[in-house]
């Protein structure tokens, strides 16, 4: 019997995942093109025993958010850019007092990176963020971003678009098992309260005077080294034709499908060409990256003014690195602009293949 | 020397006189270890009538605290209470969270002046408006001591602090916000009151309130708050035994003690 499939948009289908994944708690604050989860989970969560909070603001909804991760439950959060930059303080308190949860950064394109990767919030910590390409890889994503935030107690980002956003796929949602995971035993329930050995949740970790914790400086040390360790384990990413390839693409998120589209067309008429893409945008994939581009030409496309092409350059000699995107966004400032369009790809990709010889010493 | 020329009763003081009420224990189990703040401060007589409460109403293996940032930050370290140190101002939006998930939970916040009015003031309404089943305690000394006494959003008209160094002038700084008449005028909150720890009669009205406001979560009647006084000498500038006069003669005046809203209406 095949796989009865259902008809979802995109952020019905992420909303279903992460109720599938076992989340029991949501708070956003409307914005396009996360408006649509929010509303997908308004929908859902109720039925499904959760809460899902429209929040007053998404300073509040990420602190919501924080309260129910830090009580043990899967939670999670979600805007554009725009909206996530305003919840950067409580991502960075998060990944110090290692609160697990989910953001989901529906955004309107592919320009936060840098604050998906690099984060505003203070002190060293990193943001685990997964960027599917297609809808089915975000549901896919969904759930694995809440495997790993309460794997190493963290904050986890997954990174989508308006065309993930509003693309109608026919799906199957089930509940995707990662492994199994730690029992929350630190988390918030009021159990322990007067027992002597109450929990504390605590970017400082300073414990308690009769049970002293291991201090800011312990304790921060111990945090930059679990990102290293992440760094060193969940690097993910897609090789395309790389093997025969002269000329490596660097795409990722639904411009890596564009880029496919192109790649693909060109290998028909001949051109050695293959795609590089990261699944995570952090860890960054850069072992990976270094060892596929061996002696190759790199041509980093994304819809932006180069926040991947930094990445890259630390793993491939700047000298065989060519940008190939630009910022590029609609009339409306809600959508990618003309770039996000195969033959405008291909042809980006075509003038390098074509002149090569003539730039491949221009770009130092 | 001479012997006393009068004779003094001797008293049993071995035990309690006949009709005295055991308002406190000299050791509260909740509370691990000496506080770090200031002598005079009221801070920590707040928080000891929050733990005692807790244990008067049998709620503490339930119990959730949301920590904010200010001098009683450093409490966490003392409280034998399941706590989340959260962000300035965020106390009542982790407490949401908490709440939701776990609704048999008793969840309250600490907060003070400054990060309950001046960083988080719409998250105490908004919390209070969605009628969220939390309690927030708010220590409203009217000074930012922890950073050493600067304004906040409830400095009274006149107080000199190091940001209004010739007291405040409404015409330069604005006027005072009571947070708790806010909060009491929404629908979704269901219990306010205001009370002070400057001396014996108020510590223990206080310590009134504070179990009134945790049942009236027990009772899900919405959001409760109460807004204590608390003395901070050192913030004021005033020595430390003076604390309790000038919170009468300066807060007391713009904050009057009571009841504000209660389940069935207030006082």
Partial sequence: MSEELELLEGTAAIAKSAIAAGMTFFAGYPMSPFTGLLESLSAMMPEAGGVCINAESEIEGVNMTLGAGAAGARAGTGSCGQGIALMQEAIAEAALNETPFVVFNLARGASDYFQCTKGGGWNDYRTITLAPKSVHEAVEHTQLAFHLADKYRAPAIVYGDPLMARTTVGINIKKLDFGDLPQKDWALDGSMSGTGKSRQVWTWAMGKVTDPGPEMDAHWRYIAEKFNTIDGIEQRHEELWCDDADTIVVAWGTGALFAEKAVSELRKAGHKVGIFRPITLWPFPGPALERVAEGKRVLVFEANAGQCLEDVYQWVPRRRVTFIGRVSVDHTGMNFGDIMDAPVVRQLILEHLDNQAATAGANQ | ?267
């Fill in chain 2, 1 to 267: 020397m001479s012997a006393p020329s009068k004779q003094l009763p001797i008293v049993d003081s071995t035990t309690p006189p006949d009709g005295t009420v055991k308002v406190a224990d000299p050791n509260p189990s909740l509370i691990l270890g000496a506080h770090s703040l200031c002598p005079g401060c009221g801070e920590p007589v707040a928080l000891r009538l929050l733990m005692e409460s807790l244990q008067d109403l049998g709620i503490v293996d339930r119990s959730i605290g949301v920590v904010g940032h200010g001098c009683y930050g450093s409490f966490v370290r003392i409280m034998d209470i399941d706590v989340l140190q959260c962000l300035h101002g965020r106390a009542p939006s982790c407490a949401t969270g908490i709440k939701r998930v776990r609704p048999d939970s008793v969840v309250f916040t600490l907060q003070g002046d400054g990060d309950m009015v001046n960083e988080g003031l719409q998250e105490v309404l908004h919390s209070a408006a969605r009628a969220e089943n939390i309690t927030c305690i708010l220590l409203n000394n009217g000074v930012f001591g922890d950073t050493g006494g600067q304004a906040t959003a409830t400095t009274v008209v006149g107080q000199r602090t190091k940001t209004s160094l010739d007291g405040r002038d409404p015409a330069k700084h604005g006027y005072p916000i009571p947070v708790s008449d806010l909060v009491a005028s929404l629908d979704g909150s269901g219990y306010v009151a205001r009370g002070h720890v400057g001396d014996p009669g108020g510590v223990t009205r206080t310590k009134k309130m504070i179990k009134e406001a945790l049942q009236s979560q027990l009772d899900g009647n919405g959001l409760s708050l109460v807004e204590i006084l608390t003395m901070c000498p050192t913030g004021w500038f005033v020595p430390a035994g003076e604390g309790p006069n000038y919170q009468q003669q300066s807060m007391e005046q713009t904050y009057p003690m009571g009841v504000l809203k209660r389940p069935g209406g207030a006082d």
